[in-house]
């Protein structure tokens, strides 16, 4: 350890995270004290950096995360708008299937609900072949990323689906959970990944019309 | 899903979680406010879920787990007591080396330093090979149980020793930071459990001999 080439790297990364929860502060004042607005900031970046490969760039991804997680958390509390169906997909890697039904929920969707999703051991990237098959139909996975699932977007969804991850996800009273059997699309081929994305797609338009008001259901 | 039977222990985990909040809160009143507890709460207890296979019976172990971190939080800000080097031991699973470590730390330091432990990838429990090697020495790992690495603990360390989670560990300035190259004790015989437990009892007397003034030190 050479502290003469890390100081200056530590001070910033620290530096980084400070002014990150400083906006978000800013952002969600009057909703959310700054200590927890900090916490969120700094817990959200050790839980990426805990699984993250490359930890050069996580404090983009660390932002998103906290905002999300923090808006979530608002509308859990009333005090963020909550005006269509919010849906969460959990599955254990959040590396394949519950990126590839969150991008094919979006999809269909288009603006009548809102989708977050997670992973119970978030992997380190999305899987390849997630990636590769949802291009296939158009569909680019590029700003997606795995993150643990974590206690706030549960809270503020209205609609749990779990694919593969056990009892992971807390179950709490007035949300409608939904287990999916699926495939793992890191375990097989390309092959499999599309029969995977394809079911995902047939259950993805299923639930749509099951949570959505009848008029407002796709073709 | 049949709601009449499962609404009432969905009810009573909320219910557990908050009144631990509650308790908490008091705990630490004038140092963290309510909505910070809550969220160390909740949160530490959807962490635990994550990984752990049995679920059951984590309300006593998030109790365990909110409170430390709080602890750990306080220190951090100054709010609590930091009269001994505060050493964080982070590796993988926090199944085997971290709580070996952890264990004979303890051991040794008897009260000179306090001694904590986390994982990059927690498992669902702690590994058997390392329950056994510790008892052969009549150290009982019984109450240890694998848990995520957070910022918090991080923030009020002294020392971090990691082993083997590459750079899951955030870096901040002020620290001592350690890498210790271990083999995993789950990777192997019972045998080389012992080997392992036998390197990791020589570093940690070592490290105690750097960190402590030179009269405190064991012979």
């Known amino acids: 350890m050479t502290p003469s ?4 790297s530590l ?4 530096h980084v995270l400070h002014t990150i929860a400083e906006d978000l502060s800013r952002r969600f004042a009057g909703v959310f004290a700054p200590e927890t607005v900090e916490r969120y900031v700094f817990e959200s ?3 990426l950096a805990r699984t993250a490969k490359i930890s050069s760039h996580l404090a983009p991804l660390t932002e998103r995360f906290a ?5 979530a958390l608002a509308q859990a509390k009333g005090a963020a708008p909550h ?3 919010e849906v969460l997909l959990v599955c254990v890697q959040n590396a394949g299937r519950s990126q590839m039904a969150a991008a094919l929920l979006e999809h269909h969707a288009a603006g009548r609900v809102h989708v977050r999703s997670a992973g119970s051991a978030p992997a380190a990237a999305i899987h390849p072949h997630a990636d590769e098959v ?5 569909i680019d996975l590029g700003s997606a990323f795995p993150k643990p699932l974590t206690d706030d977007v549960v ?3 209205d609609v749990v689906i779990t694919m593969g991850c056990g009892d992971a996800c807390p179950l709490y009273p007035g949300k409608r959970y939904e287990d999916w059997d699926l495939q793992d ?3 097989g081929s390309l092959e499999q990944a599309r029969h995977i994305r394809n079911e995902i797609d047939r259950r993805v338009r299923q639930l749509l019309t099951e949570i959505l008001p009848a008029s407002a259901t796709p073709n």
Chains 1, 2 share one sequence.
């Open 5 to 8: 080439r890390e100081t200056p």
């Open 11 to 14: 001070l910033s990364v620290d």
């Open 45 to 47: 970046h050790t839980a």
């Open 67 to 71: 905002r999300d997680r923090l808006i």
């Open 83 to 85: 005006e269509v169906p």
């Open 134 to 138: 949802m291009l296939e139909i158009g």
């Open 155 to 157: 809270r503020a969804a």
């Open 185 to 187: 699309p890191s375990d």
